[in-house]
């Protein structure tokens, strides 16, 4: 039903529809129930059996549909524009539009997006705006690193709030496993306190914006922009992508411990390291293939 149907254009909606069969009653009980005023724009599921109280009921109460979108742990900002654009009772008001743009019609301008939106699963009825929906996962991520930032552990080398949300992306983009969440911000954490670089491949990604193809390369390593993590210090400018809660948490309750390096298992899983020396003698293993590693929290490698 479309916002401002009055109650005689709804009875003949649902008249054509074949849903009520008596439609001067229908408009007599729905003044009688001071239906005229009260009826609600949306859409609505009418079950078979449903009596014209009930429908009018429903339509009142504004029981409207709910759809479903998940914002997804990882993406960029552009990723989940696009995915939001993509579903079908969004209405796009900020399509063709750049970033900075789109955050002045949200309300805050000036802000960099990435990484402002909570990765979450959000219901809304059709016809829901795309600022609306952005908005709504904005004040959601406000909220949840409120909350995090108030509980966060002590003696962290993060100095806002803002902070806690660039390393939470960086821990989202590095996890393949949910429980190494908190190990890989604990070794990003020490890095940070030791002011060692944090040596991140996804950052260096991020930098490389359009240019890069899918093949990180050495020259890429060394190629200085603002978010390369290997020839700069310290954290990125920004986020790097959108976190979920469970990132944030990570980011402000990194587990304990001494390992300052870690790579990837091939698994989703990472092995993780407190020298550089075992540190390399894992990447042999997992990155080069090499047989017989011995290494320290495994025995004799395979």
Do not use: C
Request: proline share 6%.
């Amino acid at each position: 039903m479309p916002p401002g149907t009055s109650l005689q254009q709804t009875t003949s909606r649902l008249q054509a529809q074949g849903i009520i069969s008596q439609p001067r009653f229908f408009i007599m009980l729905g003044r009688e129930l001071d239906a005229a005023r009260r009826l609600q724009a949306g859409e609505y599921i009418l079950r078979q059996g449903m009596t014209p109280r009930d429908l009018l009921s429903l339509m009142t109460a504004g029981k409207v549909v709910q759809h479903g979108l998940t914002l997804i742990e990882g993406h960029t900002f552009a990723e989940m524009l696009a995915r939001i654009h993509a579903h079908p009772v969004i209405k796009a008001t900020l399509t063709d539009l750049d970033s900075a743009v789109i955050m002045e019609r949200l309300g805050y301008p000036g802000e960099h997006p990435e990484g402002r939106f909570l990765a979450d699963t959000y219901h809304f009825p059709r016809n829901t705006t795309d600022v609306a929906f952005l908005q709504r996962a904005y004040q959601a991520m406000q909220e949840q690193l409120a909350a995090a930032w108030e509980t966060r552990a002590e003696g962290l080398p993060l100095e806002t709030p803002y902070e806690a949300l660039i390393l939470a992306s960086i821990v989202e983009k590095e996890t393949g496993k949910a429980e190494e969440r908190a190990a890989i911000a604990g070794v990003f954490v020490r890095r940070l306190q030791r002011g060692m670089r944090l040596q991140t491949d996804p950052t260096v990604i991020y930098g490389l914006g359009a240019t890069f193809d899918g093949n990180l390369r050495r020259r890429d390593l060394v190629k200085d922009t603002p978010y390369n993590t290997y020839t700069r210090h310290g954290l990125p400018p920004t986020p790097i992508a959108i976190p979920g809660a469970a990132a944030n948490q990570a980011a402000l309750h990194p587990a304990d411990g001494d390992s300052l390096y870690f790579v990837s298992r091939g698994d989703g899983s990472h092995y993780f390291s407190a020298t550089l020396k075992e540190h390399e003698l894992a990447v042999d293993k997992y990155q080069r293939g090499k047989r017989g590693i011995k290494l320290p929290q495994e025995g004799q490698g395979k």
